[in-house]
């Protein structure tokens, strides 16, 4: 499939090319799907009835489902903010489950790159529907480059079109009220960073001493439109610390030592390997369907509601927002938690009300109520139209023990256990409630390999130190979030961001 560089605004373009050519450095990043080890698949080898097979995999799932809370070490929001980086890196809209087909031929329709092309889309100048209009003010005319935020009737709501569809860079970014609000909070953050640079103030030096690091000048100085020049310097100031956080804060919460330390070894895993492998798309992941609570407090002192009691792709009102704290350590406070990774999974999840209806393809019929049980959909797409290399296969590249076939798939003869149900077993065998083996080795390598393919990322800037505005080396995705709650009311012009 021929490239497409979406994505990327003209200024990112320049840099890639300037950067990549300093440092010989490759093309920007394939936007196509493929596997980790090329050539290793796991084609279907089943030689009854289909239907039967899809009963085995929902009999395997039915045990996962867990009622009760349980409390593992990260923090409640990290399971959103991981949602938030996977919707920042992924978007497959052409895969089905049952319709087979080879991920070298899926477009990746975000780019890989850790850039959150999910909240700024093409830019300003390619994604005009993100931004305001702001000619219609001096003060915001100087900088250019806000983004649309808010509502009459809910301030801190996404902006939204009429038909009440948020106006963002991914629209899975609305799909649950608490990934929302995770983009609402760096929107929030931009447009309060961008109000910096209109002032002049010492924060836009630190913002532009910041964004220029690792950078040759005549980028900035020859390669920016003049009006953008406040826009780029903040996203890029904005991405480094994201990249940050994803290194320090969002790992380390999910994976342990031992994954990460093969995940920072660029021969884990080939080097033909896809940029964007379904083992990681598809399969390790979605640990994060794991993690989830059936309930979360919005606020201190309330209590606890359904994961879908406000529905999403719809207009957020005032009682469904969220205070951070709820979400993250901040302000001192510790925060509720995800769940551990493991082997079960909230029941909200087996009972996605947003799925209507029911899946039919060659040999299985699946009814509304199965095809709504998650963990059934992520085997189904593995076995049936992606064909996953099994997390047998995967451990054995890696010179790791596997895990055991689980009892409801050994009693049927199926001797290989798909991916995602075996990066939970490792996880639960770990007894540190993390990703760890086959499955933890994916998803560190992946994320670590996409910082080091890109010379512009947080990896290659010399010396990086988080800004002391979001506490420096102590940074968290907490006290990230604490300064956008603490300075949103120094967004300028706030009511001029408003739609929908």
């Not at 836009?204 to 980028?219: F, L, N, S, Y």
């Not at 393919?453 to 010399?462: C, F, I």
Request: some cysteine; aromatic content about 8%.
């Amino acid at each position: 499939m021929t490239y497409v560089p979406h994505g990327l605004t003209r200024f990112d373009k320049l840099m890639q090319h300037c950067v990549h050519d300093t440092m010989a450095q490759s093309a920007p990043l394939a936007q196509t799907f493929g596997r980790l080890v090329p050539g290793l698949k796991n084609p279907l080898q089943w030689s009854g009835d289909k239907q039967g097979l899809a009963d085995i995999f929902e009999a395997l799932i039915d045990d996962m489902l867990e009622v009760d809370v349980s409390d593992g070490p990260a923090e409640a929001g990290m399971t959103f903010f991981g949602q938030f980086i996977d919707h920042d890196i992924t978007l497959d809209a052409t895969s089905a489950i049952g319709t087979q087909i080879d991920p070298r031929f899926v477009r990746n329709l975000r780019t890989p790159n850790l850039d959150l092309d999910c909240v700024y889309g093409d830019g300003p100048e390619a994604s005009p529907h993100l931004y305001a209009n702001t000619g219609h003010h001096p003060d915001l005319a100087k900088s250019g480059g806000f983004l649309l935020f808010g509502r009459d009737d809910n301030p801190l709501d996404l902006a939204r079109n009429a038909h009440g569809t948020a106006l963002i860079g991914d629209p899975r970014n609305d799909e649950n009220v608490f990934v929302s609000q995770i983009q609402g909070a760096f929107i929030c953050l931009h447009n309060i960073l961008m109000s910096h640079m209109s002032e002049g103030d010492t924060t836009a030096t630190d913002v532009v001493a910041c964004a220029e690091a690792g950078m040759p000048q005549d980028i900035w100085d020859d390669g920016v439109v003049p009006a953008l020049k406040g826009f780029e310097a903040v996203r890029r100031f904005i991405r480094l610390h994201y990249q940050w956080l994803i290194c320090n804060r969002f790992l380390p919460a999910f994976c342990t030592d031992a994954a990460i330390h093969k995940g920072q070894h660029p021969d884990s895993f080939p080097d033909e390997a896809a940029i964007m492998p379904v083992e990681f798309s598809g399969a390790a992941y979605r640990f994060g369907h794991a993690t989830a609570q059936t309930k979360y407090a919005m606020k201190t002192g309330t209590d606890p509601i359904g994961f879908f009691a406000h529905p999403g792709f719809s207009r957020r009102p005032l009682e469904a927002n969220m205070d951070m704290n709820m979400m993250f350590d901040m302000r001192g406070q510790t925060a509720p938690r995800a769940r551990a990774v493991s082997t079960k999974v909230a029941s909200a999840l087996f009972a996605m009300p947003f799925i209507h209806d029911g899946l039919r393809f060659p040999g299985v019929v699946l009814t509304r109520d199965q095809a709504a049980k998650l963990p059934l959909r992520n085997i189904m797409r593995d076995r049936f139209a992606l064909e996953v290399a099994s997390g047998q296969q995967i451990a054995a590249h890696l010179g790791i023990a596997p895990q055991p076939v689980p009892k409801a798939l050994a009693d049927h003869g199926i001797q290989k256990t798909p991916l995602w149900f075996h990066s939970l077993q490792e996880a639960e065998a770990s007894g540190e409630g993390k990703l760890d083996g086959a499955g933890g080795a994916i998803v560190a390598w992946v994320l670590l390999r996409l910082l080091r393919l890109d010379k512009t990322s947080v990896l290659h800037v010399p010396h990086f130190e988080p800004w002391h505005g979001f506490g420096g080396r102590d940074m968290t995705v907490g006290s990230l979030m604490e300064f956008v709650e603490t300075h949103r009311g120094a967004v300028k012009h706030a009511e001029l961001l408003r739609a929908g």
